[in-house]
């Protein structure tokens, strides 16, 4: 038997364990444990329920070792920016706050009042997003944290939890908008801002260290197999991008999943004044390398339309619905801060067109076109806005992520961006995770040969542009966007 890998791969909506086999040169996918995830109200705040994540991490190892294998690697990615405070007695003070949560409404603003934008962005190289965790801590429960021995990413705590190790991984810890570029450790002058101590986070480490055998008190608790705990690149982006089969020197990512992430791989960061007024970010890659990069909002507006149709259709049948209604019946700028968690989406986008005198969508296809044709728009966008820091023309863009499977959008990203889509795998973040593994224990040799597995071992399809088949669209969104207040620094 082939030897065995398993990718934990956590999202804001739901976690799965996938084990990952490496036969004849290819890689062999396989799911084996899907679980919800989500945040709920509890305290005041809306919590994950960091617990209920781990049982289903040990009940999806119990799977697989059912299923006949009794010795695996295993790799932990999750979302970014949040975090778990663990106390002097080893343990959570309380349940993780999501990044989603309305306390940091102001906190950006009220920070950078004191330590210009400019200043931070200098030492980090990190885009403004007011989730960040700079900001989560400035707003922390200061009893809280006075009783925190340590503060760890959610990879990195579940990884602690599994192993008694705990270590802060480079990938996921360049979120927090607190490391410093130049010195590769947290900035002092930013902890300092926040009231919280160097030491106070784990040491940290680069994607593939070994962090160490589950302990044994889970297998007393659990059918367990052996398992060794490899700390890979603990972003789920950073996996998926290094699960993405680019190549060349000039080509960009799309993540596509909840979030949307566009940015291409670089082996030195860019953080100059383009870039700052661009608030593009510079988060740490594995290898040396840097995911130069912009958030937009993502398939989670299609997942909340999703839910307010009561679950009636699929994905596919939304996508079927919206390919029946015309593109860019309306602008929607959808890195509007009021899309990132309102009471009911579908009122949400109604209310903004009609502020905005744009037409209202309606139905369950209109709703879905004007959300992807709008995501295209901004792709368009940011990628021409990429070309200019850069000072080079991208000349591919690889859509990885669930949103792979959408071929409309991207046939309009193509179109509109005037570039060529390769679109695939669905499952890079998984892969990603599988190859810093296999890298780990000599099964390949560096990431440039894991992009080759990856090519060989999972179908791409192409999308190119349609010549002027949308006109003079994206420069109208352009002005829509300059005038409503595009996601630039200010």
């Not at 036969?23 to 062999?28: E, T, V």
């Not at 996918?29 to 960091?50: P, Q, S, V, Y």
């Not at 070309?387 to 863009?397: D, S, T, V």
């Amino acid at each position: 038997m082939s030897k065995a890998y398993v990718a934990v791969d956590i999202g804001a909506s739901s976690g799965r364990l996938m084990l990952g086999t490496l036969d004849s040169g290819k890689l062999q996918l396989k799911e084996m444990h899907r679980f919800k995830n989500g945040f709920t109200k509890e305290n005041g705040h809306d919590r994950w329920n960091i617990d209920s994540i781990i049982n289903e991490i040990f009940v999806g190892l119990e799977k697989i070792k059912k299923a006949g294998y009794d010795d695996v690697q295993l790799g932990i990615d999750t979302w970014a920016v949040d975090y778990v405070l663990v106390g002097m007695d080893g343990k959570k003070v309380e349940d993780p706050i999501s990044y989603r949560d309305a306390r940091t409404k102001n906190a950006m603003e009220e920070l950078t009042s004191d330590l210009p934008k400019s200043y931070i962005y200098k030492k980090t190289g990190i885009q403004f997003l007011n989730f960040n965790t700079l900001y989560q801590l400035y707003t922390e429960n200061r009893e809280e944290l006075a009783k925190t021995d340590k503060i760890m990413m959610i990879p990195d705590y579940i990884g602690y939890i599994l192993t008694g190790n705990a270590v802060t991984e480079v990938t996921n810890a360049s979120t927090t908008q607190m490391l410093n570029l130049r010195e590769g450790l947290f900035d002092n002058n930013l902890l300092d801002k926040v009231h919280v101590q160097q030491d106070q986070f784990p040491r940290l480490v680069e994607s593939g260290t070994i962090l160490g055998k589950i302990r044994h008190k889970w297998h007393t608790i659990y059918d367990l197999p052996e398992t060794e705990v490899i700390t890979v690149a603990t972003h789920d982006t950073a996996s998926a991008v290094l699960g993405t089969p680019g190549e060349g020197d000039h080509w960009a990512f799309l993540s596509s999943g909840t979030w949307s992430l566009l940015g291409t791989e670089l082996n030195v960061p860019e953080n100059g004044e383009l870039a700052f007024q661009g608030n593009y970010t510079n988060e740490w890659g594995a290898y040396g390398t840097y995911r130069f990069l912009k958030n937009i909002m993502g398939l989670w507006m299609v997942q909340n339309l999703k839910h307010e149709f009561d679950d009636k259709y699929s994905f596919s049948e939304l996508a079927s619905m919206a390919e029946k209604v015309s593109p860019f019946e309306q602008y929607i700028n959808v890195n509007d801060d009021r899309f990132a968690n309102p009471e009911n989406m579908t009122k949400e986008i109604q209310d903004y067109c009609r502020e905005h005198n744009e037409k209202v969508p309606e139905t369950p296809g209109e709703l879905t076109m004007a959300v992807y044709s709008n995501l295209a728009l901004y792709y368009a966008n940011e990628i021409q806005e990429l070309n200019r820091i850069l000072g080079y023309k991208l000349e591919a863009l690889n859509i990885v992520g669930g949103g792979s499977n959408v071929a409309l959008l991207n046939q309009l990203t193509s179109t509109l961006s005037d570039i060529t889509v390769y679109a695939g795998p669905g499952e890079a973040t998984a892969i990603g995770n599988l190859m810093v593994q296999m890298i780990t224990k000599n099964d390949i040799n560096n990431i440039a040969d894991g992009r080759k597995v990856i090519k060989d071992s999972y179908p791409v399809k192409t999308f190119k542009p349609e010549t002027n088949k949308y006109g003079n669209t994206l420069h109208e969104y352009q002005d829509f966007l300059n005038t409503e207040g595009r996601d630039t620094v200010q």
